[in-house]
Each structure stands twice: as C-alpha cells, then as structure tokens.
C-alpha cells in the first residue's frame, strides 16, 4: 500500500489488517510508517520506504515485496500531494512537475512494479483519485493537481482492460471532502485572482449537513474493491462524497 501513513492510508491499512491480509507498508517517511504499522493486528506486515515517484527506489521496494511474499492480492496506490494551487501564470514548472511525478507517475510505476506479483494469481487494484478533475471543475487554481487526478482515471480504465486476461482488476476511489491532513501540506497562493465566489449556505457536502467525510468510510470501499464481494467490478470509478460534486462541480 503506498501512501500509507496518510489519514485514508492508515484507515485503510487497518481495515485490511483486521480482515486477515498481511500489509505492506510503503511511502518516504519510515517514522511515520512504523507508527501505522505498531497499530496493525496480526503478524507478517512490515514496512518499505520508497519515494513513489522515483524508478530505482519503486523497484527496489517491489523487489522487497517480490522476496518476502513472491505475489500480491490486493495493491492500493493511495500516495498523493494537493501540491501549490496557484493561477496559471503564477504556478512554476517546476511546481507542476512535482505533483505531476508523486500524483501520475508515482500511480505508473506503483501499478508497474506490482504487475508480476499481482498477475501470480490475480489480484485488485485500487487507486485513490479524487472529485477534483473528475467531477468537480470549481477549484480553480487546483490545476496540476486535477489533470493528476483525472489522468488516475483514465490509467485504471486503460489497465483495467489490459490486466482482465491476467485476472487483474483495476478500479478508482474518487473521494470529496475528507477529515485528513492533507491540507495542512497544500499551498494556496493567490487565489483570489482566479476564484469564482460562490455560497453554499447550507454546507458543500448535502448528505451530512456540511460535514467531511472519514477516512475510515473511504477505507471500507477500499476494502469492497479489494475483497470478494466486487470480483465483477473492473474499470470502474466510485464517488465517496456525499453529494459534494454534484452541488459544486
């Protein structure tokens, strides 16, 4: 699982641990991986540190998995960054560039590296994408991060069709607003040059009054995708988010 030391991260990873999977965890931060991992019930999980967006480390760290394990049931590629949002004309290649590589490629070589494990004896794939690019359009200043997200998509409907021979199923996770920290990491810059205001007097998110989602909602249908009850369901994205994108997409 990449990205798991994210609030849907470890969400997930607790969910799959008390199902009876053996977890490996994967990101940048080791610390903060052993933190999840000290939480996990069962034995045989461990830990992988690899930054997903960088060929030799991904490799290395599949190679890990390949040795410890020699196949994959369930991949979760849930690493990602908001990254800056800016106006266009504000927003550095170089800024681009990063959420781009942690977002899109980051998922290409996490869902490459997996590839020989998954196919042993097939397996599921969930990617973690978002509202933003999908659905909803009104985040302006959110660019980089929105064409990362609806490029997630169109590479798990495109795996989905390649891997189904080989007994792989791909699907995408497309959450709203969620209670994670995930903000507090994100770079809004001048915004205000771009926004359209727009009220929403009864709260963004209609099923819940306003309210956020829970990572631990998400982390269930991560676990639908990964388990038995969705071995029909390939190529498929599924919207967690109360109603948000279809107030303010």
């Known amino acids: ?24 965890l994967m990101g940048r931060s080791p610390e903060s991986l052993e ?17 997903v967006g960088e060929e030799a480390e991904m490799a ?6 390949n040795a410890r394990w020699g196949h994959l049931d369930i991949l979760v590629a849930n690493a990602g ?8 004309e504000q927003l550095r290649v170089e ?12 998922t290409f070589l996490t869902t490459k590296f997996a590839l020989p494990l998954l196919k042993a004896r097939g397996g599921s794939v ?22 990362s997200k609806a490029a997630q998509v169109a590479f798990a409907k495109m795996m989905a069709l390649e891997l189904a021979k080989d007994r792989v199923r791909v699907n995408v996770i497309c959450p709203g607003a969620i209670e994670t920290n995930i903000e507090e990491a994100t770079e809004h810059r001048n915004l205000e040059e771009v926004k359209h205001p727009v009220e929403f007097p009864e709260g963004e998110v209609p099923l819940t009054g306003g309210n956020p989602g829970t990572a631990g ?11 038995d009850a969705s071995t029909h369901i390939t190529g498929t994205e599924i919207f967690i988010e ?7 997409g």
Not at 60 to 65: D, L, N, Q, R, V
Not at 95 to 106: H, S, Y
Not at 217 to 227: E, G
Request: with cysteine; hydrophobic share 50%.
């Open 1 to 24: 699982m990449t990205g798991a030391g994210s609030g849907i991260g470890k969400a997930s990873a607790k969910l799959l641990a008390h199902a009876g999977a053996k977890v490996a």
């Open 35 to 51: 933190e999840v991992l000290a939480d996990l019930r069962g034995e045989g999980h461990f830990v992988v540190t690899a930054d």
């Open 60 to 65: 290395s760290a599949f190679a890990t998995i």
């Open 81 to 88: 960054i908001n990254g800056v949002w800016a106006p266009l």
């Open 95 to 106: 800024e681009w560039d990063q959420t781009i590589q942690t977002n899109l490629r980051g």
């Open 126 to 147: 969930v990617v973690v994408s978002s509202v933003n690019g999908t659905r909803m359009f009104s985040n302006t200043g959110a660019t980089a991060y929105s064409c």
């Open 217 to 227: 909602q998400v982390a269930q249908l991560v676990w639908f995708l990964a388990s």
């Open 242 to 248: 109360g109603a948000q994108s279809l107030v303010q």
